[in-house]
C-alpha cells in the first residue's frame, strides 16, 4: 500500500458513517498495524498466503496482543491488582467492580476479551450470605453493564459443570435480558450437571440461543480441569490462551491438487499444511521476541496469564468442499455427509493433519506441549462458497443422528474446538427432556462440543456468536453499538447462515440414563 492508498483508507474509516467513535478507533488502529511490514515468510508461504490457500484471519501485520487471552481471573480476585490499584474484593459488589474493571483490561484480537471465567465459580463464594433476591439484582445490573461496556458478540463467559444458585440466577437473567453479550458454554458433566440444570440450559436456549453446551470430560482429559471456553467455542487453559490463529483453506488445497487422493495425503495437504505453520511461527515469534507482549503486559508481569500456558491454533476449514472435489476426481458422486467413502475420506484428511500438527514443534507453545492446537475454525463474514471448519453445508444437513454420527468421529481431533450447529424445529420447545437426551447422546459418542438453535426467538447464530435480528434490521440505518453484528451482516448474506435446514426431534417420551 502506498502513502496515497493509505491516506484514503485512513478517511474512509474516519468518515464511514456506519461505525461508532469505538469501532473506528479500532479500525484507525489496525491501518496503522499494516502499515508495517509482514513478519518474514518464505516466498511459498506469502504466496499461499496471497491467494487465500492459508489465512491469517485478518490479525494484523505487526501482532502486539495474543489473539485469545484466558486470564486466570480466580488469581486475580485472590491477589488483587497492582497495577490496577485494586484490593482482593470483599464481597460480591466488590468482586462484581473488580470483575468489571478487569475485563476492560483484557486485550484481544477484537479488542475486547473473549474470555470473561467461569463466572458462577468466581462469583459463588461472594454469594453467601445474600438473599436470593439481592443476587437477581446485582446480577442483572453486572450483565446489563458487560453488553454495554463490552458490546462484542466475541465476549465469552463459562459456566458448570457443577450446580449452584449462581449459575441458576444467571440463566434467569438470560432469559429475561435477552442480550447479545456476553455469550455462554455450559460445561456437562454426566455425574456433576443433573438433568433439571440441563433442562434449564435448553429452556435458556429456546429464549436466547445460548448456552453452548461442551463435554467437560473430554474437554479435561485432554486440556485438564483448568480449561476454558472462550470467543465462540475456542478452548484452551485458563491463564494462558492463543498467540495466533491461522488456518489452512482445504477447499482451496484440494483444487491445487492433481492426481490420487493418495498422493493428496501424501504429497500437497502436508506441503500446505507446511506453510500455514511456517506463518504460525513468524507470527508466534513477532508477537514474543518483537513486541514483547509477556515481558511488559501487567497480565503476565502479575501471573494473571503465563507464557508457559500458552499455545497456537493450527485451523481447517473447507473440509467439505475438499472431500467432495477429491471424490470427482476418483470418478465418485459420494458427499460428504452421506456416511459412506466420502466420510471416511474426510476422517482420513483430519487423522493426517493432527499427525503433522502433533509433530510439528512451534515455539513458546509449551502450554501444549511445545505444539499447536488443531482447531475446526468456523469461518468469517468474507467466506465464499466453502463450508465452515468440518461442518457438513448449510442446506445439505442430514437428519440429527445421522448428522452427529457423521461429524462426532472428527471431534476427539480438536482440542482447542469444534462446532457443529443442529437446528431444530420450533416445536421441540414442548419437549425439552428430547434436548436433554440428545445432548447427552451426543457427547457419549464423542462430540466435544453441542449446540442447537431454534427459529422462534430473537437470536441468530452466526459461525458461534449471536446476532440480535433486530439489530441486523437496523444495521443500514446507521452505527450498531455491537461491533459483531458488522461481521454478521456478512455471514448472512456470503455464508446462507439462516438457511439451515431445521430438524425434527423423534423422541417423544423420556428415556431415563440408568441410575436416574
Not at 125 to 144: C, H, M, N, Q, T
Request: proline share 5%; net charge negative; hydrophobic share 40%.
Amino acid at each position: 500500500m502506498n502513502e496515497e492508498e493509505f491516506v484514503e483508507q485512513v478517511r474512509s474509516v474516519i468518515t464511514d458513517e456506519g461505525l461508532t467513535f469505538h469501532q473506528r478507533k479500532h479500525y484507525l488502529a489496525a491501518l496503522a498495524e499494516n502499515a508495517l511490514p509482514y513478519p518474514p515468510v518464505s516466498d511459498a508461504c506469502a504466496e499461499a498466503l496471497n491467494k487465500g490457500i492459508i489465512s491469517d484471519l485478518f490479525e494484523g501485520h505487526a501482532p502486539y496482543r495474543p489473539r485469545y487471552l484466558l486470564p486466570d481471573y480466580a488469581r486475580a480476585l485472590e491477589q488483587g491488582s497492582d497495577h490496577l490499584e485494586l484490593d482482593p474484593p470483599r464481597d460480591l459488589d466488590e468482586a462484581l467492580t473488580f470483575l468489571l474493571i478487569l475485563y476492560t483490561q483484557v486485550p484481544s484480537i477484537t479488542g475486547f476479551p473473549v474470555y470473561l471465567g467461569d463466572i458462577d465459580s468466581l462469583l459463588l463464594p461472594y454469594a453467601e450470605g445474600v438473599s436470593d433476591a439481592d443476587l437477581a439484582s446485582k446480577l442483572r445490573l453486572f450483565w446489563i453493564a458487560l453488553d454495554r461496556i463490552l458490546p462484542d458478540g466475541f465476549v465469552h463467559a463459562n459456566l458448570g459443570p457443577a450446580d449452584n444458585r449462581v449459575l441458576r440466577t444467571i440463566l434467569d437473567v438470560e432469559r429475561e435480558l435477552k442480550q447479545t453479550v456476553p455469550n455462554l458454554s455450559l460445561k456437562v458433566d454426566p455425574d456433576l450437571t443433573p438433568d433439571d440444570l440441563l433442562r434449564d440450559a435448553v429452556t435458556t436456549v429456546f429464549a436466547t440461543a445460548k448456552p453452548h453446551f461442551v463435554n467437560h470430560e473430554m474437554m479435561v482429559g485432554d486440556l485438564g480441569t483448568d480449561y476454558g471456553v472462550a470467543s465462540c467455542y475456542n478452548s484452551m487453559k485458563q491463564g494462558g490462551g492463543s498467540h495466533t490463529l491461522v488456518r489452512l483453506n482445504l477447499k482451496e488445497v484440494a483444487l491445487a491438487h492433481s492426481g490420487t487422493t493418495d498422493a493428496f495425503l501424501a504429497e500437497t495437504l502436508p506441503h500446505y499444511a507446511d506453510l500455514n505453520a511456517e506463518l504460525m511461527k513468524a507470527r508466534i515469534r513477532f508477537l514474543v521476541e518483537e513486541a514483547k507482549f509477556f515481558d511488559h503486559d501487567f497480565l503476565a508481569v502479575e501471573g494473571i496469564v503465563d507464557l508457559d500456558r500458552f499455545s497456537a491454533m493450527f485451523g481447517v476449514y473447507g473440509l467439505a468442499e475438499a472431500v467432495n472435489i477429491l471424490m470427482e476426481h476418483e470418478g465418485s458422486d459420494a458427499r460428504y455427509g452421506d456416511q459412506g467413502d466420502a466420510d471416511a475420506l474426510s476422517y482420513l484428511i483430519v487423522e493426517t493433519l493432527r499427525a503433522f500438527v502433533d509433530d510439528y514443534e512451534m515455539p513458546y507453545c509449551n502450554g501444549a506441549g511445545g505444539r499447536a492446537f488443531l482447531h475446526s475454525q468456523s469461518g468469517i463474514d468474507s467466506d465464499l462458497e466453502v463450508t465452515a471448519g468440518t461442518r457438513i453445508p448449510i442446506g445439505g444437513e442430514p437428519e440429527t443422528f445421522d448428522h452427529i454420527a457423521t461429524v462426532a468421529p472428527h471431534h476427539r481431533h480438536f482440542d482447542s474446538g469444534v462446532s457443529d450447529i443442529f437446528k431444530i424445529e420450533d416445536s421441540v420447545q414442548s419437549n425439552p427432556d428430547a434436548m436433554v437426551d440428545i445432548i447427552r447422546g451426543a457427547f457419549a459418542t464423542g462430540m466435544r462440543d453441542f449446540t442447537f438453535n431454534i427459529d422462534d426467538n430473537e437470536f441468530v447464530r452466526i459461525t458461534g456468536y449471536l446476532v440480535r435480528k433486530s439489530d441486523l434490521d437496523r444495521f443500514s440505518e446507521g452505527p450498531e453499538r455491537h461491533g459483531s453484528t458488522v461481521f454478521a451482516a456478512g455471514s448472512v448474506a456470503n455464508s446462507h447462515v439462516t438457511q439451515r435446514r431445521p430438524k425434527r426431534v423423534l423422541i417423544h417420551e423420556r428415556n431415563p440414563r440408568p441410575g436416574q
